[in-house]
């Protein structure tokens, strides 16, 4: 629809709001993803039904489909799809709507629906209008029924991968509600996501003419109203003005990523009317429900009570997600006169596992037998359902691997409704007891376990429940392992209970790899280590029979912490033995080597009858770095084990060149501080650790190689941190900074000042400051925009770097009249702005109601004199309309804000 085109359509619609009224009251915009990127669009309004109102009830409503940036792509036509009986003169099937509390004929209810195509990676607009609201809304300032009703809701198509399917929630509890003055008001949407998408609450305007917000609106705030953004209470604590008030309540959808952030998908704004009346009933109470947790599969019974102080009957409702499922909950109550009490009874299926907790809502309405006007209360809580753990976890060790094997989970087969996608194996050292709770299902951080494996379980027609686990094991280390199942929203099932496991001791193991000589040339590394395990009746061990003697020791060595061993550097082939107890020779020491720059790594090949049965894991020399810096040596060591190294003692050669233990450490690090700068220090580390088998030597110790260092100072300051505070009105920006950390800022020397203009731009330096003067203030013409930044110079002439940044921003401001008065008389003869403030430039465009234009600008002083750009003459007295980009100076950059509006020009 081209522009002309939609101004003057709009233009006869408005024209016809005076003749035809709705009264709209209240409602929302949903919608439902069919498949693809099609989706279902539905209407839901609240409309006066009286004689007065009727001629204009409505068969149809059209929907518009708009950018972010309001410009309109598309209009459907939505027929009315719910009542009884065809819509008087429809030709589409449209139906009559839903008459409310049929004896009064007050309200009615329509649902229009349409269906429709979007465009992938793209955010829309979808919103509808309709020219009338009902009249004397307390809220809008003015006659509220010249205001157009209108919905509106986000939606958004993405190309990623868990983002491409969405519907908005459905909102369980009708848009209109009934308050008293002076009695406190609570209201909840009942809002449930299929999707399981967290929701958020916020309050919000309302809208109307071009699904614009209304003019003269007073939001809710101003009545002492809040929303919990959790659960969606909204509550009017003490209302004090009789009549009718509509309200917004935004609600925000949010998914989860695979990366662990949360991406808003869509979002729905009800528009909530309250009728206000002056009674002398008083609200019933909810009594408080707790959130809960349950297991997929187990009974759970929630009891439900309210009292009413007047001693009225009460009628009680539950609403949320669970009642849409199969099995559904089941509410029963029965009351009397002051109370109600009700008990709701559900055992959840599988397919009612996932991430986010499902949303009840308890509503309370009581019964005045005096005819006084019905009061209700909400009480929200929230019920999580998890997944049951799979079942007979087992690990059973098969040489140097481990084999797991479980069962699924009770009641979540592949034929369950809700498709466990894989499962997750996880291993810790050590062998100990978990705590699960239903409430924090999956693995907790806390247990200290890490993820070895998933096995996928989507598209397999036999599921194998099963993995082999040959990630760098150890023997003589005892494993836990568990195993979880992940549903399709990313949901975890609870832990199974933890089982243990060894590896058979068949293959000798490393004991210590240390350094005794440390040389360029004639360096030396001791070797140690243990003997297989002989299988018995009691032990599990190498298995003698099935691997009878000779038997053999192969001794690899390779240079490095996480080189490769390759090269044989002992070997027993010299002497064969039929026994495996005679291996006596555990040890070696290799010679020759340059211990002065390289650590070394080893590993031992076990063969039977020349046959290799398997090989020790890989253990190096520890190696040791020292940086000097300033007044201190920085150490640094790393090494590769089978073992656990969990203390490490730092020696250092003393003045009689003895090496004297100065410190110990379960870190890889250490700093010598208090030396002085030019000096050499010396230094050498021993680890000490062990296997978890107590039946293995322990502890196990070995030393680094010797290493120096001189300390000196090649180490920037650290930076300051900085603050700048811009004023828009005087146009100056005032920097201040302070010292970083007192023990790497000890000897500034002078500070520099850095500024950009536009943030993530290179910085220039502006100015330099000796090391007593500590701020500094800029007044740059036509903007206060910018970044800054200060580093500090000690007198090595190092500079720090630039990591932080304080940016000071501009308050762009643009405003435009709504009249001029072209008389000649030199008061309002043009068209300027009434604020314009830190703007470059804009692209204005004005047009008449035709969709001509009739004047355009980049100047922001406007300056427009009412005459027509193609003719030179002035413009006729009348409405114009137009539309402005204004590009206003920020610290990010040109920020473009969009205005659209009307002019009137007038001549006398």
């Known amino acids: 629809m081209n522009l002309k085109k939609l101004i003057l359509f709009f233009t006869l619609i408005f024209s016809a709001s005076f003749l035809f009224a709705t009264h709209n009251r209240s409602g929302e915009i949903t919608y439902q993803w069919i498949g693809g990127n099609q989706y279902k669009i539905r209407v839901t309004t609240y409309t006066s039904f009286t004689s007065q109102s009727a001629p204009a009830d409505r068969c149809e409503q059209t929907v518009y489909i708009s950018t972010l940036g309001g410009f309109i792509l598309d209009s459907l036509n939505a027929p009315r799809v719910n009542g009884s009986t065809l819509c008087s003169g429809s030709t589409n099937g449209a139906l009559d709507g839903e008459i409310l509390d049929p004896g009064t004929n007050k309200f009615k209810k329509n649902i229009y629906e349409v269906v429709y195509t979007f465009n992938s990676g793209a955010t829309y607009i979808i919103y509808m209008f309709d020219p009338n609201r009902n009249a004397n809304i307390v809220n809008i300032i003015g006659n509220s029924d010249q205001q157009p009703f209108a919905l509106t809701d986000t939606l958004k198509t993405f190309n990623i991968p868990g983002l491409t399917v969405n519907s908005t929630p459905t909102l369980l509890n009708p848009p209109i509600d009934e308050a008293c003055v002076g009695k406190p008001f609570i209201h909840n949407p009942g809002a449930f996501d299929s999707n399981g998408d967290s929701l958020s609450y916020n309050l919000s305007i309302i809208f109307g003419e071009f699904a614009q917000p209304i003019q003269g609106y007073i939001p809710a705030q101003n009545y002492g109203i809040t929303i919990n953004p959790v659960t969606g209470d909204f509550y009017w604590p003490n209302p004090t003005i009789q009549g009718e008030f509509n309200f917004g309540i935004l609600i925000t959808e949010w998914r989860k990523t695979s990366d662990g952030d ?186 200290g376990f890490s993820l070895v494996g998933t096995v996928n379980a989507i598209g397999v027609t036999n599921p194998n429940y099963s993995f082999t ?56 590394v001791f070797v140690r280590w243990i003997k297989p395990l002989v299988k018995n009746s009691t032990v599990n061990g190498l298995d003698t029979i099935a691997n009878p003697g000779p038997y053999e020791f192969r ?145 196990l110790d070995n030393w680094s ?13 650290c930076q300051p941190s900085i603050t700048a505070d811009g004023d828009c009105n005087t146009q100056i920006t005032q920097i201040t900074w302070a010292n970083g950390a007192a023990n790497c800022s000890y000897d500034i020397l002078y500070y520099n000042l850095y500024y950009t203009a536009i943030k993530d731009s290179q910085y220039v330096k502006i100015d330099s400051f000796a090391n007593n003067i500590n701020s500094f203030t800029t007044d740059y013409a036509n903007s206060i925009a910018g970044c800054y930044a200060v580093t500090a110079v000690d007198s090595f002439g190092n500079e720090s770097a630039i990591i932080n940044e304080f940016c000071v921003d501009n308050c762009p401001e643009y405003e435009l009249p709504n009249i001029i008065t072209i008389n000649g008389d030199s008061i309002n003869d043009f068209f300027i702005p009434i604020k314009n403030r830190f703007v470059k430039d804009i692209d204005l465009k004005i047009y008449n109601r035709w969709g001509s234009l009739m004047f355009e600008t980049t100047d922001p002083a406007i300056h427009w004199d009412g005459k027509n750009k193609q003719s030179s003459l002035p413009c006729v007295s009348g409405t114009y309309y137009y539309i402005c980009e204004v590009h206003m100076i920020r610290y990010t950059g040109i920020e473009t804000k969009k205005l659209k509006g009307f002019v009137q020009i007038l001549k006398n």
């Open 469 to 524: 686990d040959n990630s760098n094991l150890v023997q003589g280390i005892d494993y836990s392992y568990i195993v979880v199942a992940v549903f399709a929203d990313g949901s975890s099932s609870l832990a199974p209970a933890v089982v243990c496991v060894k590896l058979v001791r068949d293959v000798p193991l490393l004991t210590n790899v240390s350094v005794d000589t440390t040389d360029a040339s004639v360096g030396k």
């Open 262 to 447: 949360y991406v808003r998908v869509g979002s729905v704004l009800r528009d909530l009317q309250i009728n206000v009346v002056v009674c002398n009933n008083n609200p019933p109470v909810v009594a408080n429900i707790p959130d809960t947790c349950i297991l997929a599969g187990t009974d759970y019974m929630q009891l439900i009570s309210a009292t009413d102080p007047d001693n009225n009957m009460i009628d009680l409702t539950v609403t949320g997600g669970p009642f849409s499922l199969n099995p559904a909950p089941t509410f029963t109550y029965s009351s009397i006169p002051g109370s109600a009490n009700g008990a709701m009874n559900w055992t959840p299926p599988c397919n009612a596992v996932r991430n986010q907790p499902y949303l009840i809502t308890v509503k309370a309405s009581d019964i005045p037998s005096t005819g006084e006007t019905s009061l209700t209360d909400f009480e929200s809580f929230f019920i999580r359902v998890v997944a049951p753990p799979p079942q007979n976890l087992t690990a059973n060790p098969v040489g140097s691997s481990v084999l797991i094997t479980w069962n699924p989970p009770a009641i979540c087969t592949q034929t369950s409704g809700n498709i466990i996608v894989s499962y997750k194996i996880y291993r810790k050292v050590g062998c100990a007891p978990i705590s699960p709770t239903i409430c924090e299902p999956g693995v907790s951080d806390a247990w």
């Open 555 to 699: 001794l690899l060595q390779g240079t490095g912490v996480t080189g490769v061993p390759t090269v044989v550097i002992y070997s027993a082939t010299q002497t064969y033995f039929a026994q495996l107890i005679n291996l006596s020779d555990t040890t070696f020491t290799s010679t020759n080597l340059n211990t002065d720059v390289n650590a070394y790594n080893y590993k031992l090949d076990f063969y039977s009858n020349g046959n290799l049965i398997g090989s020790s894991q890989k253990a190096s020399s520890v190696r040791l770095t020292a940086t000097g810096l300033a007044k201190r040596v920085e150490l640094n060591w790393s090494a590769s084990t089978p073992w656990t190294n969990n203390t490490y003692y730092i020696y250092k050669q003393n003045t009689s060149l003895n090496y004297i233990l100065i410190d110990s450490t379960s870190s890889l690090s250490y700093t010598d501080t208090g030396l002085v700068n030019g000096a050499t220090y010396c230094y050498k580390v021993k680890s000490r650790g062990g296997y978890n088998d107590p039946n293995i030597l322990s502890p």
């Open 705 to 717: 190689q010797k290493t120096c260092a001189s300390p000196v100072d090649k180490e920037a300051p």
